[in-house]
């Protein structure tokens, strides 16, 4: 009999507060019992990160690569005893949430989640349980921060000074392949657009407006299909959380 621990998340940033979750479950349930699941979903505005460089976060945070697992929806759950190879007869699945995500959830009597309590737990094939982790603080350049959206603001907002202290903070080191990784990412060095002024024929870096606007519709076709998406995995995951199916007792 198992019990395995899932904490899933977008992680972009991968930071000190999400390793702290990533801690306390491995001091829980034991390394060799903990997963993080994050999917390969990217875009302009607040998911920046390719999944291989969300792996490259994590591990220099020490987890292990072999406990860094891709996944699509991490609350099918069926799928989840496969990835993880299971036993639905005998093994547990918890998923390790924040309140605000935790809340999605409606935890009814017949739903495949639960919420964890001293209760003793029953086997994934009837009962997957959520443990509702809290939100940790920490500082980065000197400043209170929580969540990944600020860190991603601190960045842009920063000078080069700033930034190399903010990869410091988070990772230890000034790293120059995350440095080079973060400024790619979040586009520092790319070239602003310009300001409009009246006719003047304005520029954006080096290319002409037409050309911006031809990358700002590109972005937007992007953000649009991630939608999408989005709107679609969420549909799936209400369906299969608020479907009842016959269990044993």
């Given at each position: ?50 999944y ?7 591990t ?9 697992i891709?996944?699509t929806?991490?609350?099918k759950?069926?799928?989840?005893i ?12 918890v ?16 739903s ?13 094939g009837?009962h ?41 903070d ?6 120059p392949?995350?440095r ?18 009246g ?13 911006m606007r031809e ?13 999408r998406?989005?709107?679609q995995i ?6 299969y ?5 016959p269990?044993k007792?």
């Amino acid at each position: 009999m198992r019990t395995v621990a899932v904490y899933p998340g977008r992680f972009h940033v991968f930071h000190r507060g999400h390793q702290a979750v990533y801690d306390h479950l491995v001091r829980q349930f034991g390394q060799e019992n903990v997963y993080i699941a994050t999917s390969a979903k990217q875009n302009d505005t607040d998911s920046p990160f390719t999944y291989a460089d969300k792996v490259a976060m994590m591990t220099k945070m020490g987890v292990p690569p072999s406990r860094i697992i891709q996944v699509t929806n991490p609350y099918k759950i069926d799928e989840m005893i496969k990835l993880l190879g299971l036993d639905p007869a005998t093994d547990h699945l918890v998923y390790a949430l924040g309140a605000k995500d935790a809340k999605r959830f409606d935890y009814k009597p017949d739903s495949a989640l639960q919420l964890l309590t001293k209760k003793k737990m029953k086997p994934v094939g009837k009962h997957a349980y959520v443990e509702v982790v809290p939100t940790a603080t920490f500082n980065i350049l000197g400043q209170p921060v929580q969540s990944a959206s600020a860190i991603r603001k601190l960045y842009l907002d920063g000078n080069d000074n700033d930034r190399n202290q903010i990869i410091s903070d988070l990772y230890g080191t000034q790293d120059p392949e995350l440095r080079a990784m973060f400024d790619e990412r979040l586009g520092v060095n790319q070239p602003q657009e310009a300001i409009i002024y009246g006719q003047e024929k304005v520029f954006a870096g080096d290319n002409p407006v037409s050309v911006m606007r031809e990358n700002r519709l590109v972005k937007l076709q992007k953000n649009i299909q991630y939608l999408r998406e989005q709107i679609q995995i969420l549909r799936e995951s209400q369906d299969y959380i608020d479907e009842s199916r016959p269990r044993k007792k």
